[in-house]
């Protein structure tokens, strides 16, 4: 594991990653501290993030290969359209947020620069560059998840966020994480290289920064 | 139905729509007369083509505008991912075709230009430029089964190619036809101008005579 | 020029074009009072900014439908890396920018939001799409300039950014403008059609967000 | 230079570049004895194969990592539409064809199936991917023409085609190709590894392979 890509990817990223795992909203949202209006903000912008992010797995379905790669790409596409959306929707109408409120709300500058990056890096590179892009993303929330999960710092009693720190922390996210671990180790001894390391860290670095944003974006709601 | 931007789209292309439904080899097909071996090398290389058609619906679901149009382009993947693939796979057997022989046949050059026409359309164009190159094959397919079902001379008892022809003649497939028409007025009225209608109406021609290369294609394997 | 595309989507914007042009990074730059770190960070983002512009007029080419299409973006490709990235790197030196430190600086969420939109709008949609979401900064400068000359709060003596200011209101950055806006009617007239309206309104509308996003980018810089 | 990647590509394509420089086209061709109507059919569909060559570079141009790679893709855009285009049309007319006659002609399956896999190579991969398909016709035509020149067979004198061969062979020409092959090694030391040599090999020989197909095209306008 300490050869995979992704460890590799985040000891070169130096502080990037740090700052987007260990961010001030997720530290909030693990003590039950996080205003919840930085919260709605939050599932308000990740809402229109899953559309874009369904969209960038349409696209890894057709950069795909072979057939095995077509169908990874396709469950991402399915989970997202068929289980992920609907589970938010019904998970923000608990906070108050309906569906129509949030599809009118117009994207956040960070939403737009971390969905668009990652498909201008799909678009111009290959998949590989395509699924480090989204790496953040997919690998990141399961790190986020479990970290907070052993920190004692962390409150699951009367925490309203303690259900969001669950799902992410449940078998099922661990477990999805760990494949697409997995299937980037995959890409990069066939697509590889060491020469693209370089370049796959800046994508991974840069991404790592504009996640940090989104959650930066998130906290500045309570102003 | 006759204002609709299918009927249009055949009207404007001349002869190029009437040379691919009604092919040669769609006619010893319906006949019965059509050797095995053209039909085998149409097999194959129509399984190489569900690859690329599974892809372009992938593209598709990268270039929605709204959930509505990503999870129609979604069906159509998984359709052929999840069903098509796997009938065609079956069928083939039945013509003492295996996938992995099927897989392991190059592309035909018919195959490469209209899959990779249809994808280059849809990349350099937008959605509905990607539907249009489309739908020579999604609706033409329904056109030429009814076509042929209603047609005396077509033969089903004893023809070795009833299945196929049924199939395609079948409510299932017709009903997915006529979506397919409706989904493109859809996108005609909100994407559409009679200036585009030049440009639809030549990928559409060129589109068409792509699938007659592909019939042509089959019916050479029997030199 | 009342019936043009390029003023029904000013129209349309809404509130979003004029906290475009009328910024008060537009205004402090116009009355001299710009604090020099914000032009600092303001040039630095944009040479970072003009690499993925040559990018989109790139994409451009390759979006073409004739040769006169594909020698216009060309044009644009060449201005960009030929000329424009050469004047930029030169008026640099003269505020104390180095290339290698302007190409050194990583790009802001700003930067990163306006251009992968650009880059995604041509992508997804068509060529109409792409230019739509060029407008605001290719036609928006000329716009700036031209209105700033025109205002009595004005002051060009003694102003450091007077000579920015009259590059763009410049006879050939303002006929460069007309030309795109004049190209911008063709297409919707090629390509368009009144269902398009709504969405080209969007694209251009978050894209003059994204620049005001941009100019505050440079203002924030004051801190 | 055995080591560079093109001869690696050569040796691994098998008979597939063999047939594609020592095609029968290209041998009568040398020796002076191809109809004149097979190089006129060739002509013609060149010039719409060089629209979509543009196209190709065009696409470089978005898919580069820096100013250095865009700027060499910048430069193959405009060989193409600002000489190459140019004189192809000065030398057809020599051959009676005008701009206006070949434009009208619609392209060959031939021409549609090498241009459009090679954008769809480009679209789907990486620069490399795109770069590796473009090879066959980029370094193959300096290839083609230094070993007819080698040949006692080619005859010189008297020969309509000598021109062709002449351009091909001459050092413009020769040195440009062998810069497309130290541009491919550069990009295999910087985005490869030795998993992608099947994928990319895959990629040449079937650009090769359609290379063929497009002088058998010509070859077969005799009939």
């Given at each position: 594991m300490a050869n995979g890509l992704f460890p590799r990817l985040v000891a070169a990223s130096a502080n990037r990653w740090r700052n987007y795992v260990g961010h001030d909203f997720v530290m909030l949202l693990a003590n039950g501290e996080l205003p919840e209006a930085c919260f709605r903000r939050y599932l308000t912008q990740d809402y229109l993030f899953l559309i874009h992010f369904a969209r960038a797995w349409g696209l890894a379905v057709y950069k795909s290969e072979d057939l095995a790669e077509m169908r990874r790409a396709q469950r991402f596409v399915a989970a997202t359209l068929d289980v992920e959306i609907g589970l938010h929707i019904d998970y923000c109408r608990g906070w108050g947020l309906s569906e129509a409120a949030m599809a009118a709300e117009p994207e956040a500058m960070a939403t737009i620069a971390y969905t668009r990056f990652v498909i201008d890096r799909g678009l111009a590179g290959d998949r590989l560059d395509l699924e480090t892009a989204l790496t953040p993303c997919v690998v990141g929330y399961a790190v986020i998840a479990a970290e907070r999960m052993a920190d004692?710092?962390?409150?699951?009693?009367?925490?309203?966020?303690c259900e969001w720190l669950e799902m992410y922390a449940g078998d099922e996210y661990q477990s999805l994480a760990r494949e697409a671990e997995a299937a980037l180790d995959e890409q990069f001894a066939r697509?590889?290289?060491?020469?693209?390391f370089s370049s796959l860290a800046a994508t991974f670095a840069t991404a790592a920064r504009l996640e940090a944003d989104f959650w930066q974006m998130g906290l500045e709601a309570q102003r």
């Amino acid at each position: 594991m300490a050869n995979g890509l992704f460890p590799r990817l985040v000891a070169a990223s130096a502080n990037r990653w740090r700052n987007y795992v260990g961010h001030d909203f997720v530290m909030l949202l693990a003590n039950g501290e996080l205003p919840e209006a930085c919260f709605r903000r939050y599932l308000t912008q990740d809402y229109l993030f899953l559309i874009h992010f369904a969209r960038a797995w349409g696209l890894a379905v057709y950069k795909s290969e072979d057939l095995a790669e077509m169908r990874r790409a396709q469950r991402f596409v399915a989970a997202t359209l068929d289980v992920e959306i609907g589970l938010h929707i019904d998970y923000c109408r608990g906070w108050g947020l309906s569906e129509a409120a949030m599809a009118a709300e117009p994207e956040a500058m960070a939403t737009i620069a971390y969905t668009r990056f990652v498909i201008d890096r799909g678009l111009a590179g290959d998949r590989l560059d395509l699924e480090t892009a989204l790496t953040p993303c997919v690998v990141g929330y399961a790190v986020i998840a479990a970290e907070r999960m052993a920190d004692p710092a962390t409150r699951l009693e009367g925490n309203r966020y303690c259900e969001w720190l669950e799902m992410y922390a449940g078998d099922e996210y661990q477990s999805l994480a760990r494949e697409a671990e997995a299937a980037l180790d995959e890409q990069f001894a066939r697509r590889g290289g060491e020469g693209r390391f370089s370049s796959l860290a800046a994508t991974f670095a840069t991404a790592a920064r504009l996640e940090a944003d989104f959650w930066q974006m998130g906290l500045e709601a309570q102003r």
